[in-house]
Nanobody
Framework: VQLQASGGGLVQAGGSLRVSCLVS????????MGWYRQAPGKQRELVAR???????QYGDSVKGRFTISRDNAQNTVYLQMNSLKPDDTAVYYC?????????????????WGQGTLVTVSS
């Protein structure tokens, strides 16, 4: 299973950005997906996750601003980020787990992309 994240970049505070993750080598429709992020000097944290059936969960810091979605026909998961803040600056990683039920434990996500850097300027 391979994950290819893209779409990161530099954006001003208050702006929007969408990152994408293309998945190959798995039955994508039966795969749970997650976005995690890691800022310099901080632990990796959950941004959002979406189950194979479309159930979503969000980290507290992004609720109401970020939206995770998936396109099973394109084997792609998206993260739409609005009202971005400088604290959102981090490397964003997509992760996958071959499960049809919601998986909340980070350690169970056994496939990870290479990360895409999002920088929010003040």
């Amino acid at each position: 299973v391979q994950l290819q994240a893209s779409g990161g970049g530099l954006v001003q505070a208050g702006g929007s950005l969408r990152v994408s993750c293309l998945v190959s080598g798995s039955i994508f429709s039966a795969t749970g997906m997650g976005w995690y992020r890691q800022a310099p000097g901080k632990q990796r944290e959950l941004v959002a996750r979406i189950s194979s059936l479309g159930a979503t969960q969000y980290g507290d810091s992004v609720k109401g601003r970020f939206t995770i979605s998936r396109d099973n026909a394109q084997n792609t998961v998206y993260l739409q980020m609005n009202s971005l803040k400088p604290d959102d600056t981090a490397v964003y990683y997509c992760a996958a787990v071959e499960s049809v039920v919601v998986v909340t434990e980070e350690w169970r996500y056994n496939y990870w992309g290479q990360g895409t850097l999002v920088t929010v300027s003040s």
